[in-house]
């Protein structure tokens, strides 16, 4: 059984910080996630971010899901159906589980925002120019979206720094702002077949659940059909 307790919220460093214990088979390991003050107002105190994260990696291990916190009962309903039916079929070697909730919650009233994500790589991009404001588009930008992994080394630091570097002045150029979601989210999704190329998607997902008091709407982009990941 995978058990996703109860999120906190908590403020440090300029940063706030989104964070649950995870227990899995009776070891507990904290998940969190974290954005810069200015955002806060945008985070969920839901465990949406949590279940969307964790999804994956209880399939492939086999565990049932147990919410502790409050979540959006649309969300386990679709974890329960038709996501998991999405996710066998792409990936076979995913097993169906269930996932029980203890506070369901209706769907939050749809927050005005519209963000897509902002790697500087040319999926991104193509999605950012579709939607930009200047478009006319009926849903257009207001945020663009960065998420971070961890970094374990000077090196991968010193690259992580310029990456930012770049993005930041991108978005300056689009005349839109861009929220960096830190998290250590993908220290979960090793092994068990699960590679970044067949996680990205929910874990990104996982970073517009966790904005969603600000974000209603968020535009993905990836590289090739998600069926051939």
Same mark, same amino acid.
Request: charged share 20%; hydrophobic share 45%; net charge negative.
């Given at each position: 059984m995978l058990i996703i307790r109860k999120p906190q919220i908590t403020t440090e460093n300029g940063y706030t910080k989104y964070s649950c214990l995870i227990e899995i088979? $009776?070891? +507990?390991? &904290?998940?969190?996630?974290?954005?810069?003050?200015?955002w806060s +107002? @945008?985070?969920? #105190?839901?465990?949406?971010?949590?279940?969307? !994260? @964790? %999804?994956? &990696?209880a399939m492939a291990a086999g565990h049932g899901i147990h919410v502790e916190? &409050?979540?959006?009962? #649309? %969300?386990? #309903?679709?974890?329960?159906?038709? $996501?998991? !039916?999405? %996710?066998v079929g792409v990936f076979g070697h995913l097993k169906k589980t269930t /996932?029980? *909730?203890r506070e369901m919650m209706p769907a939050c009233?749809?927050? *005005?925002? /519209?963000? *897509?994500?902002?790697?500087?790589?040319f999926d991104s991009l193509c999605t950012i120019a579709d939607y930009l404001p200047s478009t006319g588009r009926s849903v257009a930008l207001t945020h663009l979206i960065h998420n971070d992994a961890i970094v374990r080394s000077e090196k991968a630091r010193l690259a992580q720094t310029a990456l930012h570097e770049r993005i930041a002045a991108m978005a300056d150029s689009l005349a839109l702002p861009i929220i960096f979601v830190a998290s250590n989210v993908s220290s979960f999704c090793t092994g068990k077949g699960l590679?970044?190329?067949?996680?990205?998607? %929910?874990?990104? !997902?996982a970073s517009a659940a966790l904005l969603q008091r600000g974000i209603g709407v968020y535009l993905y982009a990836s590289a090739s059909a998600y069926a051939y990941h």
């Open positions: 088979d $009776g070891k +507990e390991s &904290p998940l969190w996630m974290r954005v810069a003050d200015q +107002e @945008f985070v969920s #105190e839901r465990s949406d971010a949590a279940l969307l !994260a @964790f %999804l994956m &990696p916190g &409050p979540v959006s009962q #649309e %969300l386990v #309903e679709h974890s329960n159906d038709l $996501g998991q !039916a999405i %996710l /996932v029980l *909730a009233s749809r927050a *005005a925002g /519209v963000a *897509a994500g902002l790697s500087c790589g590679n970044y190329s067949r996680v990205h998607t %929910l874990q990104n !997902a």
